[in-house]
């Protein structure tokens, strides 16, 4: 069974930094990422990193966000620096991989204070 774990998420004056983890057990997966959702809009993609693909961000957060990998530990890291308002939101884990499908995990509370 997969399962996602998502830890790291916070309350932070803008500004700030918070690193967000995701621990994958269950599968071994060719594309891991980080989306987040606003109340009332849909959920986007922050960034994603695939063992092929390589790494994509979104617009607004290039230059401020890097994504990263541990496979040994089955991890997805997402670095948040120059964190923002307008970055509050939940934040989900993602991993995506044959024969795996698409798995989500519980979703992380990210706060930026101005």
């Known amino acids: 069974q997969v399962r996602l774990v998502e830890s790291g998420g916070g309350l932070v004056q803008a500004g700030g930094s918070l690193r967000l983890s995701c621990v994958a057990s269950?599968?071994?997966?060719?594309?891991m990422g980080w989306y987040r959702r606003v109340p009332g809009k849909q959920r986007e993609l922050v960034a994603r990193i695939g063992s092929v693909s390589g790494t994509k961000y979104a617009d607004s957060v290039k230059g401020r966000f890097t994504i990263s990998r541990d496979n040994a530990k089955n991890t997805v890291y997402l670095q948040m620096n120059s964190l923002r308002p307008e970055d509050t939101a939940v934040y989900y884990c993602?991993?995506?991989?044959?024969?795996?499908?698409?798995?989500w995990g519980q979703g992380t509370q990210v706060t930026v204070s101005s």
């Open positions: 269950g599968g071994f997966f060719s594309v």
């Open positions: 993602n991993a995506f991989g044959p024969p795996y499908g698409d798995n």
